[in-house]
């Protein structure tokens, strides 16, 4: 229990000189910088490499291979790799060769020169611009990693290899894509004719073991007293929207703030594609899906919101709230499933609201502006809000309850909020976490419940 009580670099492509008398030709894309020398060996590898995998699929009978486990495959590919390096007498050590050959493996059945950055969990996302160009993000910061892709043919096999694995496509007619790898990490590509210069591809990663709200307690993500007072509200079934920007950590806080989630409740997740890991036994998993190659079959978010509402939930969990299907996860909370979530793309928790607004507005609805508001009002309990700041962190930010109407606005308390003080010369932000000396409403229906919040806890001259 918790503490909270609950090869050689391949050639350059020829410089194409643009006609001066036609402007709509477009450029040729400028030269990727040479990389590294320190990074050179791993760039020389490739060529040879790919050069290995080729001679492999002539060698292996491929479908014998199909039927072996991956160990007994893993062992046939390193007796053949060893047998090549010798005959082309490439100079590794033994420790090489077997990296060697677990690169040529992942090449046959991963997602050839990002498997071992797959593997890192020190990386939280995968950038890759084009064949030659991949950058990396680790503990909030981009860097340029040393792997590249033999060109963009290359790179466009492996984008096909993920997207093919969950049943999707990317081609000239659909050139955008999300999918998912089966750790449940994240992807987004674009190709040709949208991506100008190559594949272009966004991964985001998820832990193996997901952060819990005590891990992010000791991150110093959120402090103590302030988690324990929004995993009690979740607990009280209170419905929480978490706003923030694009790697702000909405998920991360989502996942954390379900584990105060009763396990005997029954939890419905919608999602573009399945990230969420919730923790209670009682989950059932709906995610949406694309238009076919005619252009038909596609079920968005609004479809499975209706649908999860004949699937007797308890709390419905939305991995995001994008579009019209804003109405109906309001109509859920004000129809008997209170303590439903869902992550919503805003700078503040105002603009949060402001956002669900427009969405609803969306579906085309015959509601005022007011209607609206009445419905927000009433459905959402409290937003919470996340940031990335400047030296990488990732910080909830605000919360604050919503409290109501006052003629045609919806009124919003703030109850802690981060006070930024300062930045180290090491680019280090400073600052605590303070109440701002409103009680919140939602705590008579929290004390009704049994969770009951320390005295003082809300007292202005507080700092965590």
């Known amino acids: 229990m918790s503490r909270f009580g609950f090869s050689n670099t391949a050639p350059k492509p020829e ?25 050179t060996k791993a760039f020389d590898q490739l060529d040879a490499k790919l050069r290995i995998h080729a001679k492999l699929i002539d060698e292996l009978d491929l479908s014998a291979l199909d039927k072996l486990d991956d160990e007994t495959m893993r062992r046939r590919v390193r007796g053949i790799v060893s047998e090549i390096i010798k005959k082309e007498e490439m100079a590794l050590s033994a420790a090489e060769e077997a990296s060697f050959a677990d690169a040529v493996m992942d090449e ?8 071992p950055l797959l593997k890192d969990d020190s990386i939280a996302d995968i950038l890759i611009n084009g064949y030659n160009q991949v950058y990396v993000e680790r503990h909030g910061k981009l860097q340029l990693a040393p792997v590249r892709f033999a060109d963009n043919d290359h790179l466009l096999r492996i984008v096909q290899r993920i997207v093919a694995a969950v049943g999707r496509r990317v081609d000239e007619s659909q050139p955008l894509v999300d ?21 272009l591809v966004s991964i985001r990663k998820f832990s193996k073991s997901p952060l819990t709200m005590d891990k992010l307690v000791g991150f110093g993500a959120i402090p103590e007293p302030v988690a324990k007072f929004i995993l009690g509200a979740v607990k009280c079934r209170a419905s929480t929207v978490i706003s923030g920007g694009t790697g702000s950590g909405k998920t991360t806080l989502l996942n954390a703030l379900s584990a105060a989630i009763n396990e005997d409740e029954r939890l419905i997740t919608i999602e573009d594609a399945a990230e969420l890991q919730l923790q209670q036994p009682h989950v059932a998993r709906m995610e949406t899906r694309p238009p076919n190659i005619e252009g038909k079959g596609e079920i968005r978010q609004r479809e499975l919101v209706k649908n999860a509402l004949r699937m007797r939930p308890d709390r419905v969990i939305l991995g995001e709230v994008r579009s019209e299907e804003a109405f109906d996860m309001l109509q859920a909370m004000n129809t008997g499933h209170e303590g439903s979530m869902a992550t919503i793309h805003a700078n503040n928790p105002r603009d949060a609201l402001t956002r669900l607004e427009q969405m609803v507005m969306m579906g ?17 309990n409290f937003i919470v809000q996340a940031t990335r700041l400047s030296d990488g962190s990732r910080k909830v930010v605000s919360i604050s309850e919503v409290t109501g109407m006052e003629g045609a606005v919806v009124q919003l308390q703030e109850i802690f909020r981060f006070e930024r003080t300062g930045t180290t010369d090491e680019g280090k932000v400073q600052g605590h976490f303070a109440a701002t000396g409103l009680r919140p409403k939602f ?12 005295e003082g806890m809300f007292d202005p001259s507080t700092r965590y």
């Open 15 to 39: 410089p194409v000189e643009t006609p001066k008398d036609d402007a709509s030709t477009p450029a040729a894309p400028k030269p990727a910088p040479p990389p590294p020398a320190s990074d």
């Open 108 to 115: 046959m059945t991963g997602l050839g020169p990002i498997e």
């Open 179 to 199: 999918a998912r790898l089966l750790d449940g990490s994240r992807v987004n590509a674009a190709v040709l004719p949208i991506a100008i210069d190559g594949p």
């Open 364 to 380: 085309g609805m015959k509601i005022s502006e007011t209607a609206i508001r009445g419905q927000i009002a009433s459905a959402v």
């Open 443 to 454: 705590l008579d229906e929290m004390e009704r419940r049994g969770v009951h919040m320390p």
